[in-house]
């Protein structure tokens, strides 16, 4: 008789660890094969920062350089927003930062190219929904900020958009949890923009928002 393998069932849940801390959590993720994306992607890339971080950052997915690296938003993305944190008041080494998403996906265009990213479909994104929860027990943040429309349908829906709620405080319940949160645009968004400067000082005042919304 054949056997289901553990990705076609599309939910993290049987990989979660007993014990929530976040080593205990990161280690376990290492392991996930919750959905299809562990095939192809180099490594599980889990959130980082701080179990006490008053800040919670939500991005899509890993990129190219996360995923050789292992950590979240240390490619060309992550440096913007540091960029930008620092601009509206906020120290990056204050924030935890995650992804809806745990593995790297992606397309080439011919064997051996660069790898272009490709997006999470929202199947993939509730299949990773566990680690995300896990992660906002253990680190309980006073305020979550949206980053793009993946991470906010992961969170909020399928219907979710940037356009209409960005730089606003939401409150909602997220996985039996109440939370606060402020959607923005992706930095890679600003990366992409024709006017990659007004989409960056759009994208500061999104995130003045959310330290004001901490005092």
């Known amino acids: ?51 006490s971080a008053r800040v919670m950052l939500v991005g899509e997915q890993p990129g190219d350089q996360e995923d050789r690296q292992g950590r979240p938003f240390v490619g060309p993305a992550g440096r913007l927003l540091d960029r930008a944190l620092e601009e509206a008041g906020l120290n990056p080494a204050d924030t935890y930062v995650t992804n809806a998403v745990k593995h790297f996906k992606f397309t080439r265009a011919e064997p051996g190219k660069r790898r272009i990213h490709k997006p999470p479909t929202l199947r993939e994104a509730t299949a990773c929904a566990p680690w995300l929860a896990a992660e906002l027990v253990v680190v309980e943040p006073e305020l979550i900020v949206i980053l793009g429309a993946t991470a906010g349908k992961a969170l909020l829906g399928s219907s979710f958009r940037v356009g209409p ?43 003045k928002v959310a330290v004001q919304t901490l005092r």
């Not at 990989?15 to 996930?32: M, N, Q, S, T, V």
């Open 165 to 207: 709620v960005r730089g606003t405080v939401l409150e909602e319940e997220i996985h039996g949890r109440p939370e606060r949160l402020v959607p923005t645009v992706h930095p890679s968004a600003v990366l992409r923009a024709d006017d990659r400067e007004g989409a960056y000082q759009g994208l500061v005042a999104d995130l």
């Open 1 to 51: 008789m054949a056997t289901t393998a553990p990705e076609d069932a599309y939910t993290a849940e049987p990989f979660l660890p007993a014990r929530k801390g976040l080593a205990a959590l990161r280690r376990a993720a290492a392991d996930c094969r919750g959905c299809p994306l562990h095939r192809d992607a180099t490594q599980t890339v889990f959130g980082a920062g701080k179990a």
